[in-house]
């Protein structure tokens, strides 16, 4: 069993990662008078009973969302809710969050506006759930004009992640997953990207003490940085490198074409191409981010995007200060910065 603490101002708690943990789920999700699994069609098919078996004896409600960003919306948090009310559901009741990033981030911020707030926990089920969007605390839905427009800093009660789950997952979601995982080993730490560019296979074929190696690592990496700032006011911008162009190329592309670590997998591409022409970073340096990349099979031509839509693009972030673009940019091996740039001084 791999745990990684996680220790925030006003909370604190466990992410547990093991293969099979959903056969022994009771044994780390506390108590409480009802319980509402919230899960997507997906993953009730293939998960939804094991965690159903786990939780024998207690009041148990659920609701299904379609799969797919296009579900987290306000409209379907207001049904979630509706049906919590209707089923009784107190502040002594926990969600249980069953899927990828769309079900965290709606369960999560149902159980943040529930009664002002109940206990949630996390069941990852995809790579970039489990080690991206399930740690840190944000929670949210879409709305017309923007992506995560609306949410909160929402922590759950516990991370529970169970390698097991990830040999269901599409080839495409597996991808994604890496998108995250190799942005860790650029912005914080040299040797765990050697590590993932030296096991690239055996973490492809899922190999168990690998995945939870580098699942651990990444939580415990995220863990750090949020709990020097929680709120995104600093550091935690870091966990934005890639994601500057990575997001306007989702957005440019109605979030149809690319997963999100695809898009952020190229971001990061030309992010690692910006601080080279900048000379932030080193020829070989720069050869390296590109060769991982590259062995992930994802296609860097964006050609056919002009600069200007996605620079267009990336105007409407919130991260932006003065009309200023945010990129985090490699700097040295495991280290990045943030850098405001005006729209003439963006090229890649
Ligand atoms: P992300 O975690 O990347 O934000 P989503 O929550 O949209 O993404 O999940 C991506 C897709 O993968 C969805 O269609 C979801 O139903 C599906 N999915 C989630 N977990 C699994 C799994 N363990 N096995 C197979 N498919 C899964
Ligand atoms: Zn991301």
Same mark, same amino acid.
């Given at each position: 069993?791999?745990?990684?603490?996680?220790?925030?101002?006003?909370?604190?708690?466990?992410?547990?990662?093991?293969?099979?943990?959903?056969?022994?789920?009771?044994?780390?999700?506390?108590?409480?008078?009802?319980?509402?699994?919230?899960?997507?069609?997906?993953?009730?098919?293939?998960?939804?009973?094991?965690? +159903? %078996? #786990?939780?024998?004896?207690?009041? @148990?409600?659920? &609701?299904?969302?379609?799969?797919?960003? !296009?579900?987290?919306? =306000?409209?379907?948090?207001?049904?979630?809710?509706?049906?919590?009310?209707?089923?009784?559901?107190?502040?002594?009741?926990?969600?249980?969050? +069953? %899927? #990828?990033?769309?079900?965290?981030? @709606?369960?999560? &911020?149902?159980?943040?506006?529930?009664? !002002?707030?109940?206990? =949630?926990?996390?069941?990852?089920?995809?790579?970039?759930?489990?080690?991206?969007?399930?740690?840190?605390?944000?929670?949210?839905?879409?709305?017309?004009? #923007?992506?995560?427009?609306?949410?909160?800093?929402?922590?759950?009660?516990?991370?529970?992640?169970?390698?097991?789950?990830?040999?269901?997952?599409?080839?495409?979601?597996?991808?994604?997953?890496?998108?995250?995982?190799?942005?860790?080993?650029?912005?914080?730490?040299?040797?765990?990207?050697?590590?993932?560019?030296?096991?690239?296979?055996?973490?492809?074929?899922?190999?168990?003490?690998?995945?939870?190696?580098?699942?651990?690592?990444?939580?415990?990496?995220?863990?750090?940085?949020?709990?020097?700032?929680?709120?995104?006011?600093?550091?935690?911008?870091?966990?934005?490198?890639?994601?500057?162009?990575?997001?306007?190329?989702?957005?440019?592309?109605?979030?149809?074409?690319?997963?999100?670590?695809?898009?952020?997998?190229?971001?990061?591409?030309?992010?690692?191409?910006?601080?080279?022409?900048?000379?932030?970073?080193?020829?070989?340096?720069?050869?390296?981010?590109?060769?991982?990349?590259?062995?992930?099979?994802?296609?860097?031509?964006?050609?056919?995007?002009?600069?200007?839509?996605?620079?267009?693009?990336?105007?409407?972030?919130?991260?932006?200060?003065?009309?200023?673009?945010?990129?985090?940019?490699?700097?040295?091996?495991?280290?990045?910065?943030?850098?405001?740039?005006?729209?003439?001084?963006?090229?890649?």
């Amino acid at each position: 069993m791999e745990k990684v603490f996680i220790d925030l101002d006003k909370k604190s708690y466990f992410i547990h990662i093991e293969k099979s943990i959903l056969n022994s789920i009771s044994d780390y999700i506390g108590n409480a008078d009802k319980w509402m699994i919230i899960t997507d069609k997906n993953v009730d098919c293939l998960y939804g009973e094991k965690v +159903l %078996g #786990g939780l024998k004896g207690k009041e @148990i409600h659920k &609701f299904i969302i379609e799969p797919g960003e !296009r579900s987290k919306t =306000f409209s379907t948090v207001e049904k979630i809710l509706n049906r919590m009310i209707e089923k009784g559901l107190t502040r002594k009741s926990k969600i249980i969050a +069953l %899927g #990828g990033g769309v079900v965290g981030d @709606i369960a999560g &911020f149902c159980a943040s506006i529930y009664m !002002r707030g109940i206990s =949630f926990i996390q069941i990852p089920t995809t790579l970039l759930a489990q080690v991206d969007s399930s740690v840190g605390g944000k929670t949210g839905v879409n709305m017309i004009l #923007g992506k995560n427009m609306v949410g909160s800093f929402y922590q759950p009660e516990a991370v529970i992640i169970d390698t097991d789950t990830l040999n269901t997952l599409p080839k495409k979601e597996l991808i994604s997953g890496m998108g995250e995982i190799v942005k860790y080993g650029v912005i914080w730490d040299y040797d765990f990207l050697n590590l993932i560019e030296e096991n690239l296979e055996n973490i492809l074929n899922l190999e168990e003490v690998i995945m939870k190696k580098i699942i651990k690592k990444c939580c415990e990496i995220k863990a750090e940085v949020v709990s020097k700032d929680e709120r995104e006011l600093g550091i935690r911008k870091i966990l934005n490198f890639g994601h500057t162009i990575g997001h306007a190329l989702e957005s440019t592309t109605a979030y149809k074409r690319y997963t999100h670590g695809e898009a952020v997998l190229i971001g990061m591409y030309y992010e690692a191409l910006m601080a080279k022409g900048y000379g932030y970073i080193e020829d070989e340096y720069f050869k390296e981010i590109e060769n991982i990349i590259k062995s992930l099979g994802v296609s860097l031509d964006i050609e056919e995007f002009s600069n200007d839509s996605l620079i267009e693009s990336m105007m409407k972030d919130k991260k932006n200060k003065d009309g200023k673009i945010s990129f985090i940019l490699p700097k040295k091996k495991g280290v990045v910065k943030e850098v405001l740039l005006n729209r003439g001084e963006i090229l890649w």
